[in-house]
């Protein structure tokens, strides 16, 4: 699929996940943590994704190992933004992504956040919130 036709998924699913974030009731004027999930079977390519998305600005993971169902192993890494969540921000964010991933001939995976409540405490699902003096398996809610 072409960057034009992938940019534009991305805009439409980014345009969805806002709303429902905050028709949830997120705190619309918080700064939120962004993930930007990679992938690849390749780890060379995917460790030069990393360093791209280092340079223009974003924080970077360490890349992981996972095995998928079918037993073949990836790797991925998460670039990670703070940000108000506005579509737009996030829009430009995804289009700089997706042309660094066809650069480096990854996979772009999306994005996801956690909801924030209205005294910006981020939860990891309906009833945990993230408490940022105790460690937490992360469960973003997109």
Known sequence: MSIDRLLKAQKQENLEIVTAI???????????????????????????????????????NDAEEME????SVIFCFDAIAHHKLEVEMLDKACEALLVLAAKQKVDYDGWGTFFIDEDGNEYID???????????????VH
């Not at 943590?33 to 780890?43: D, G, P, Q, V």
């Not at 998928?68 to 037993?71: A, F, H, Q, V």
């Not at 919130?129 to 973003?140: A, C, L, N, S």
């Open 22 to 60: 905050l028709d949830d009731g997120s705190k619309p004027d918080a700064e939120y943590t962004i993930e930007h999930h990679f992938s690849s079977t390749n780890f060379d390519r995917l460790e030069k994704a990393a360093v791209d998305a280092f340079k223009a600005g974003f924080e970077v």
């Open 68 to 71: 998928l169902e079918d037993g």
């Open 126 to 140: 309906d009833d945990e919130y993230v408490d940022d003096d105790e460690e937490f398996e992360e469960k973003p």
